[in-house]
């Protein structure tokens, strides 16, 4: 997500924020971004990995829609603790972490 007056022509690091727990993107706080400027930070995805692929549960409704690919997908679902109308499918979480743990700019590992 975006800070609410950001300038779409100079986004700034700052101008990006979390949907799950809307912090901004920092130099500690890594983000992967979904559909339509959705975006997830480390930190939120460390958290919803380890509930959904660890502990293979859910923490949100099932027909609920999913806040990075738009979708409605089959349990399991996270919704965040913050916002609960931020929620996040297995699938997301999956290739998010993927994604991160790969980009050698940042030191971020799925959760065991």
């Not at 660890?54 to 919704?79: F, H, Q």
């Not at 790969?102 to 799925?110: I, S």
């Amino acid at each position: 997500m975006r800070r609410p007056g950001t300038d779409e022509n100079n986004v700034q690091m700052s101008d990006v924020m979390c949907d799950f727990c809307r912090r901004e993107w920092t130099d500690t706080r890594h983000m992967v971004e979904g559909h339509q400027g959705s975006c997830i930070c480390s930190e939120c995805l460390t958290v919803s990995f380890r509930i959904l692929a660890i502990e293979k549960r859910a923490t949100a409704p099932a027909d609920s829609k999913c806040t990075l690919c738009l979708e409605n997908r089959p349990a399991p679902l996270w919704a965040s603790t913050h916002h609960p109308e931020a929620i996040a499918c297995l699938r997301c979480v999956k290739q998010s972490a993927a994604v991160l743990q790969k980009d050698p700019d940042y030191n971020w590992r799925k959760p065991e």
